[in-house]
């Protein structure tokens, strides 16, 4: 099974980012990374002497930095900015206004459009060695760097204070754009989005009349300009007000030392992986399965409960990948956490009539097909985060294309998405349609207190295919249009806000929205990301980014 396993890529939270984030940096060991610092101004003061890196075509580190985790994107721009304080930040951007240059920025590489990487860059601002995780006890908030990868923010916080954010599974992810676009992942039905622990931003910004300069926004600025910034960054996306440099971390409300500041991060989990052979699963099975996982996070959505709590991805790979496949998490503290998470694996089993003998492991029960570990959190989220031989391959060409489901899925798209994911077109196998759960604590939120609109939905899924050489893009750009579009069939080739569906997700974002002749339905991309938000969202684009000097293809717009 663990083989099997291993050849799918687990896309989720971490995956995709309006404005991408690098992967890697100059990684400290945790204690440093863990070491307080001091107020925010005495932080700027201090990083004011590093210098940073500025790399050119002729540098031979150029080719590994003008592109990002997606190679279906290039880019070749004249140099490119490594900075290591915001000061350079500014100074990089700077440069850019002055010569009317197109800049762009990096914080980890995953951005899945050419919103970071593409022929009109000319200066690209990476921020992969500003990556510091510290305790600043004037901001009385932890404060990360906007280079950080998501690995660096759970080792650093978790060592340091046993706390955690609830981030994404894909540990290379950069902040930049994960928490700009309102990341969540495995704890996220426990705890809520990222951006529901957020306290501040630092943003390098350009007035109206170009001049460049870094400004700090919070949650409880006393001016409303500033909280205004602060909530375009909490779901927002990245690339369209400035260059978020660094954030911090609060949860609303908290109070005490910092170990009770953030979210307490499990110590130990059940982490489960499901495998089941394509060839023992029929049409009827099929149905059953995303029926039942559906129909049960309907069931199963009150937060602050066990169930409300249960985190699962239902891997819906292509035929020819050879299998379908399950990964689920829970707090194992949590009360009567065995039998949960026994009764949901077996209901799973069950509605693809594949249910077998069963033997008791860790407290949970395992079938022929899901094997369950219990590990400490840490330990499991390395594991989880590196177990497909893909997810972090930096050679890979993609495509993805995302919705929010408010209702388990409806048979009709159930139909479709069988009919794609057992067609004998051969694209990529790692070809398929991911589905993660949402709901629980993340609904607990109104839709406007972030810019994260789609609070009620119960899932997310993605539509992705992976592959290795460039012949084989239009074959596997297909196949994945096709079944997006016949899947939301009724509503115009897209998930339309409504009922069932809830419109797309940001931080998994696909340049076709924008196209009329794909998306058909009358709504515009921008609504389908942002609904009623989108508003206000323009408002704070024309109050701190007038020139639109951030911006790419799908962007706020003034």
């Not at 030392?257 to 023992?280: D, F, H, V």
């Not at 990964?327 to 503290?333: F, I, T």
């Not at 069963?358 to 177990?387: F, N």
Request: glycine share 10%; proline share 4%.
């Amino acid at each position: 099974m663990t083989n099997d396993i291993k050849r799918r890529r687990f896309v989720g939270a971490g995956s995709g980012m309006a404005l991408a984030a690098a992967a890697g940096g100059l990684v400290q060991a945790p204690a440093a990374r863990a070491a307080e610092a001091g107020s925010a101004g005495e932080a700027g003061a201090a990083g004011a002497q590093a210098t940073g890196v500025t790399v050119v075509p002729a540098d031979s580190r150029y080719p590994d930095l003008t592109s990002g985790m997606n190679q279906r994107w290039q880019a070749r721009p004249e140099k490119i900015v490594l900075p290591r304080t915001t000061a350079e930040v500014v100074a990089a951007v700077r440069e850019a206004v002055t010569t009317s240059k197109q800049l762009s920025v990096v914080s980890g590489g995953h951005c899945f459009e050419d919103f970071v990487f593409n022929a009109d860059i000319k200066i690209n601002i990476k921020l992969s060695l500003m990556n510091q995780v510290s305790f600043d006890t004037a901001m009385n908030a932890f404060c990360v760097g906007g280079g950080a990868t998501l690995l660096d923010v759970y080792e650093a916080l978790y060592e340091g204070w046993g706390v955690t954010i609830p981030g994404g599974i894909c540990h290379s992810v950069g902040v930049g754009g994960h928490i700009t676009g309102g990341g969540f992942g495995n704890l996220s039905r426990q705890h809520g989005l990222t951006v529901d622990h957020l306290h501040a931003v630092e943003v390098v910004v350009v007035n109206a009349d170009g001049t460049v300069r870094s400004v700090i926004a919070a949650r409880d600025s006393t001016e409303a300009r500033l909280r205004d910034l602060f909530w375009a960054h909490t779901g927002g996306g990245g690339g369209s007000f400035g260059i978020v440099t660094r954030f911090w971390f609060r949860t609303p409300g908290a109070t005490g030392g910092p170990e009770s500041l953030l979210p307490k991060a499990p110590s130990e989990i059940y982490l489960t992986l499901a495998n089941w052979p394509w060839e023992k699963v029929t049409q009827d099975g099929f149905s059953r399965l995303v029926t039942y996982w559906g129909k049960w996070l309907e069931q199963n959505n009150t937060a602050g409960t066990t169930a409300g709590s249960l985190y699962s991805w239902l891997l819906l790979n292509h035929r020819d990948s050879g299998s379908l496949g399950a990964v689920v998490q829970l707090d194992a503290s949590l009360p009567n956490a065995a039998a949960v998470l026994s009764d949901f694996l077996a209901g799973m089993d069950l509605a693809l009539g594949l249910s077998s003998a069963t033997r008791r492991s860790s407290g949970v029960l395992d079938s022929a097909y899901t094997t369950t570990k219990l590990q400490p959190w840490l330990r499991g989220t390395r594991y989880i985060g590196s177990i497909s031989a893909t997810q972090l391959d930096p050679t890979t060409r993609g495509i993805h294309k995302s919705s929010h489901l408010r209702t388990a899925t409806p048979q009709r798209q159930i139909d479709a998405m069988y009919r794609n994911l057992t067609n004998t077109e051969l694209p990529s196998p790692f070809a398929g349609i991911v589905l993660s759960a949402s709901g629980g604590r993340i609904a607990s939120v109104s839709p406007t207190a972030t810019a994260v609109a789609q609070r009620d939905a119960i899932m997310k899924t993605n539509f992705e295919s992976l592959w290795y050489d460039t012949k084989d893009d239009a074959k596997n750009i297909a196949w994945v249009r096709n079944a997006f579009s016949e899947v939301y069939a009724d509503t115009g080739g897209v998930p339309v806000p409504n009922g069932v569906t809830d419109g797309c997700y940001i931080n998994y974002p696909d340049g076709d929205l924008s196209d009329p002749a794909v998306n058909t339905s009358g709504v515009p991309w921008h609504d389908l990301y942002w609904k009623g938000n989108y508003a206000r969202l323009q408002q704070v684009k024309r109050a701190w980014d007038p020139r639109n000097i951030f911006h790419h293809r799908q962007s706020i717009r003034p």
